[in-house]
Nanobody, 122 residues
């Protein structure tokens, strides 16, 4: 069974940092690109960042570029997202998603985790 389990979400003050993790199982992790997406209350799902299978390429939404960093550890089947300089508008449920190819393509994923909540508030 393919599983993605996110962790690391928390309540943090504006300007703070968090590191999200996503533990993957049930598929050959090193063969697929992975992404992070998020959904704020009352808003549509928003793509945040992607990384190809061997971490040689990364992509970021303009809203997070320069503040967030995606990475992966293929030996540990784990995806990460480092969130720095957090803003109130970053408040959302964050999900990791498995893409269907080794390279990133927009809206091309087939499995999503249960999510981890990030709340940015003073």
């Amino acid at each position: 069974e393919v599983q993605l389990v996110e962790s690391g979400g928390d309540l943090v003050e504006p300007g703070g940092s968090l590191r999200l993790s996503c533990a993957a199982s049930g598929f050959p992790f090193n063969l697929f690109a992975m992404s992070w997406v998020r959904q704020a209350p009352g808003k549509d799902l928003e793509w945040v960042s992607a990384i190809n299978n061997y971490a040689t390429d990364t992509w970021y939404a303009d809203a997070v570029k320069g503040r967030f960093t995606i990475s992966r550890d293929n030996a540990k089947n784990t995806l990460f997202l480092q969130l720095n300089s957090l803003k109130t508008e970053d408040t959302a449920m964050y999900y990791c998603v498995k893409e269907t190819a080794w390279y990133h393509q927009d809206n091309d994923y087939d499995v999503r985790g249960q999510g981890t909540q990030v709340t940015v508030s003073s």
